[in-house]
């Protein structure tokens, strides 16, 4: 399962105002007193007028009165243009601007620090930086934790308490996973199709359920580069009927519960064989017409995903560098994700 929930989608127009703000920003002592850049910039234009020649001139004033912003504002302002840059895949600048958030907030803000360590440690999970990022999820829990215990006043304690849990979990399945070793078989439970045989995927055309046939041909290529990294053992073709197919794909419709993207097995023994697979992926419409370039990638990106839990890997890789990793913004496997499936249909 793949989740975009906490993904805002801001538009990448809010880089180019941060790259502004970079180059000309104040220090971050005067953003934690409260100053905007437009403020602490006059300060220092009246000053240097004064140092210049000796003598006072009139004051400058600031051209417009800008707003005074707390630094919890502020703070809000970087993690925007953080998930804006996430969005636009800048990393890097996603990690730099959740870090000045960071840099901002209060020690008692818990809610907010919990939610600013949960995105840049996906942002540090993406870029490889797996240590990083386990010492950013604990912070996320912990924060969640304190949320709780204190004040709840603007907290949303069945959010915060589902992901202190799960994110409880997560940091002990860490613990003892391996990011760098050449497959993650150890990190999941593997199970395996129809050994040897080619696969036959149903790919719904239904109008409530389905897609159009350019969206078709469209999720079939995201499939398809499980069976096109050198030595893969995976064969698919498309098939017209459902019935007698090995994976199911739907559209996700928006009143079910796993309405962003969802795989499922049926196994014939109960255990690693399995008999079919289902996978329900979310799209915007039908057609491929109303979806913008960014949407079209995500459904390429989770159609990608959702495949590798159709063809048997269940569960998650720890690393962000590979599809399998549960949040994984990637359209095209690595090594390992074709490391993986290698060895379990070896
Ligand atoms: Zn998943």
Redesign the pocket.
């Known amino acids: 399962?793949?989740k975009y929930s906490n993904r805002p989608t801001v538009v990448a127009t809010f880089i180019s105002s941060l790259l502004s703000l970079q180059l000309g920003a104040p220090s971050n002592q005067a953003l934690a007193q409260g100053q905007t850049r437009t403020q602490a910039q006059g300060q220092a234009q009246v000053q240097r007028q004064v140092q210049g020649n000796g003598q006072a001139r009139p004051p400058i004033q600031p051209l417009a009165p800008a707003p005074i912003l707390t630094a919890a504002q502020q703070a809000a302002k970087y993690k925007e243009q953080g998930e804006a840059a996430y969005e636009a895949k800048n990393f890097a600048l996603a990690v730099s601007c959740y870090s000045r958030a960071l840099s901002l907030l209060p020690h008692d803000a818990a809610n907010s620090l919990a939610d600013l360590y949960y995105v840049r440690a996906m942002a540090h999970d993406v870029t490889g930086q797996f240590e990083r990022g386990t010492a950013d999820w604990q912070a996320a829990r912990d924060n969640y934790a304190k949320a709780l215990l204190g004040n709840k006043a603007g907290v949303n304690v069945e959010f915060a308490t589902s992901y202190r849990d799960e994110l409880n979990e997560l940091v002990h399945w860490r613990a003892t996973q391996s990011p760098s070793s050449p497959d993650y078989c150890d990190s999941i439970h593997c199970k395996r199709l129809a050994p040897g045989s080619v696969l036959k995927v149903f790919i719904s055309q239904s109008k409530k359920t389905g897609f159009s046939p350019e969206l078709r041909t469209f999720i079939f290529q995201a499939m398809r580069l499980w069976c096109q990294f050198p030595g893969s053992p995976i064969r698919m073709e498309l098939w017209p009927t459902q019935y007698d197919s090995n994976i199911i794909v739907q559209r996700a419709t928006a009143d079910d519960p796993m309405n962003i993207?969802?795989?499922g097995q049926t196994t014939s023994n109960g255990r690693e064989l399995v008999s079919k697979s289902f996978v329900n992926l979310s799209a915007p419409s039908y057609d491929e017409k109303d979806m913008t370039p960014r949407a079209k990638e995500q459904l390429f990106n989770l159609t990608l995903?959702?495949t590798?839990?159709a063809l048997g890997?269940d569960?998650?890789s720890p690393s962000g560098l590979d599809v399998?990793y549960?949040k994984?913004p990637l359209i095209k496997l690595s090594d390992r994700d074709a490391n993986t499936i290698r060895k379990i249909y070896q």
């Open positions: 399962m793949l993207g969802s795989a995903h959702e590798g839990h890997i569960g998650h399998m549960f994984s």
